[in-house]
């Protein structure tokens, strides 16, 4: 195994299969208490697997976690760091309470909070708005990763991860198809057939002393069939700083540049790093262009909002910037209103963005929980992940991530119990892939194969079919 991959391996959560870890609730501080109603969380979202069901037949899924999060604050990275100075770092992990309660596979999945824009594309006739609503989902599906400093677990091998939503209108599917490198692939569908959405990621890490990097590898595709579009993007870099001493803090950057493949446009996105006075943090700007002119800009945070304007708005006001100007500021969300009718459908969220007078909102982030803090940060979509249903353990694939112990526990704070589960799968897996070597057997996956993405001609991971049909008989036992 290379540096890179050790590194990996010890500080992002994707453990080495040399690695253990122990954690214990008596060198700990224990749960900072949630300022809730003792019997809130049964009454919005049931943690002993009933589900509310509304009124109109709907789902009503939980809105807060089983356990509130534990204090982080007794361990920092470098204590760990410290003590693999001469050692390989394949050999060291860190400890659970680093981690949230989701598997990486869930994370994915966070994807999908902003269904309505695919929703939106999929509407609308002009190939300029549908390339406007598309860039929108790009952007959001990394927003839930704002505040979110906590390492979700390393999936393992062959372990997967279904979410039907029949309120939102799809269904997804995920596997982890390779340890080493860690690879993980996702396939989702519309309920009405309106579009698929897929890809692999495979993040490429470097360390640089104070801060974790990770490159984004792997292509995700957004096709809309009614429409006979297929849309290629790279998710931007993600870098967490003060990993060593100080309070983490997770910034995006990098151009991301999306691909109409049917008409040729492109919509091409910066994500700007912060840079020396942090001016620029979480910035996004970029434009939609066809193969003659650019056709609209586009700017906004990720962690906030996105908006467009034609380009020739855009110039003047950036003139007007530089001239000293006074560039008109909303000040309230009913001003906003006014000028963009599609803003009454988006939560009241007050954002830094300087408004250019005449833009369209496209997308604006959700509020999240009032708990959220207390939450691992997650939104309410997040929340809801983990969530194992009265019936749906006897439906669903066993290698599901539902299922898996160590994040059950953790998630309902019983952190000892959880950090041996995760130190007894994983030396599971160490023992299974031993066998396999020891008897010269493939290891084959089951919903994915590999294969080349149809639009890019690029390595690609296939969805294979076949998941919904619940033949489950031949999944691997890895928990």
């Known amino acids: 195994m290379n540096s890179e991959e050790e590194f990996y391996d010890a500080v992002t959560g994707f453990d080495s299969d040399n690695s253990s870890g122990d954690f214990s609730e008596a060198n700990h501080k224990g749960p900072e208490m949630l300022d809730l109603d003792p019997h809130q969380s049964n009454r919005n979202g049931k943690h002993n697997g009933e589900t509310e069901i509304q009124e109109n037949g709907i789902k009503r ?112 599917i ?86 109409n493949h049917s008409t040729g446009d492109k919509c091409v996105l910066n994500f700007k790093p912060c840079g020396l006075f942090g001016k620029e943090l979480h910035r996004v700007e970029g434009y939609i262009q066809d193969k003659q002119k650019k056709l609209c800009v586009i700017y906004g945070k990720w962690t906030e909002c996105l908006w467009c304007t034609d380009p020739t708005t855009y110039e003047t006001y950036k003139k007007s910037e530089k001239r000293g100007g006074e560039p008109k500021k909303k000040s309230s969300e009913e001003d906003i209103k006014s000028e963009n009718d599609e803003a009454d459908d988006m939560p009241e969220v007050q954002d830094t963005v300087q408004f250019i007078p005449g833009s369209k ?45 160590d994040i059950r526990n953790m998630e309902n704070g019983n952190m000892d119990v959880a950090s041996k589960e995760k130190e007894r799968l994983e030396e599971k897996q160490r023992a299974a892939r031993k066998e396999r070597a020891k008897d010269e057997v493939e290891w084959h996956t089951r919903w994915f194969h590999q294969g080349t993405n149809p639009y890019t001609g690029t390595p690609d991971w296939l969805y294979s079919g076949g998941y919904f049909d619940r033949n489950f008989s031949d999944c691997p036992d890895i928990y």
């Open 61 to 172: 899924h939980r809105t807060s976690l089983p356990a509130p999060m534990f204090s982080r604050s007794d361990f920092s990275v470098w204590s760990i760091l410290k003590k693999c100075i001469g050692l390989e770092l394949s050999k060291i992990t860190m400890p659970i309470v680093f981690n949230e309660p989701l598997s990486f596979l869930q994370r994915i999945t966070e994807y999908m909070e902003h269904i309505y824009l695919i929703n939106k594309a999929c509407s609308h006739a002009d190939p300029l708005e549908r390339m406007q609503a598309v860039a929108a989902f790009a952007v959001s599906a990394v927003a839930s990763q704002w505040e979110r400093t906590g390492k979700p677990f390393n999936p393992l091998l062959g372990e997967t991860y279904e979410l039907t939503r029949e309120d939102l209108g799809f269904r997804f």
């Open 174 to 259: 995920s596997e982890q198809v390779s340890h080493h490198p860690p690879i993980s692939a996702f396939y989702s569908e519309g309920l009405n057939k309106d579009f698929i959405f897929h890809g692999s990621i495979y993040p490429k890490l470097k360390f640089w002393g104070k801060s974790i990097e990770a490159e984004p590898r792997g292509t995700i595709t957004l096709e809309l069939l009614k429409h006979n579009e297929a849309y290629t993007w790279t998710n931007p870099t993600c870098c967490v700083h003060n990993v060593i001493i100080g309070k983490l803090w997770l910034e995006q950057y990098g151009v991301v540049e999306i691909v």
């Open 361 to 405: 909102l496209l997308w604006r982030i959700n509020c999240r929980p009032p708990n959220s803090s207390q939450m691992y940060n997650f939104t309410s979509f997040a929340v809801s992940l983990n969530e194992l249903e009265k019936g749906m353990e006897a439906i669903l694939a066993p290698t599901d991530c539902r299922l898996r112990p």
